[in-house]
């Protein structure tokens, strides 16, 4: 199944028949934007929070991982638990998103 996003107005995307996918709130879209805009390379968590908020709340790292992990099951719902994420990767100090070329 091959995700396809929009970034031209609205943070969207839709699975591999078309249908839209429920990316949730705000924040969740940012993070995907962000990682959209980096067109594949990894963009630290520290740099996510930044991004998020102009003062991080207390929780920000966590609150980051969270919107990520929500991404991932709304991204690959059909992973089995435990197995690597393939589209929204972990490297190293952060995340990146591994699309088709041209599913952007």
Same mark, same amino acid.
């Given at each position: ?14 699975d591999?028949?078309?249908a ?5 709130g @705000?924040?969740?879209? !940012?993070v995907? !934007?962000?990682?959209? *805009?980096?067109?594949? =390379?990894?963009? &630290? *968590?520290?740099r ?5 908020w102009?003062? @991080?709340? &207390? ?5 980051? =991982? ?6 991932? =099951? ?10 690597p !994420?393939?589209?929204? *990767? ?5 995340? !990146?998103? =591994? &699309?088709a070329?041209d599913?952007v």
């Amino acid at each position: 199944m091959q995700v396809r996003f929009g970034v031209l107005g609205p943070v969207v995307a839709w699975d591999g028949v078309g249908a839209p996918i429920d990316l949730k709130g @705000p924040k969740h879209r !940012a993070v995907l !934007a962000r990682l959209v *805009v980096a067109r594949g =390379r990894v963009v &630290p *968590v520290s740099r996510l929070v930044d991004d998020l908020w102009q003062e @991080p709340p &207390p929780g920000a790292v966590g609150a980051v =991982r969270t919107f990520v992990a929500a991404l991932r =099951r709304a991204l690959e719902p059909q992973r089995p638990p435990r197995e690597p !994420a393939r589209l929204l *990767v972990t490297e190293g100090p952060g995340y !990146a998103l =591994r &699309p088709a070329p041209d599913a952007v």
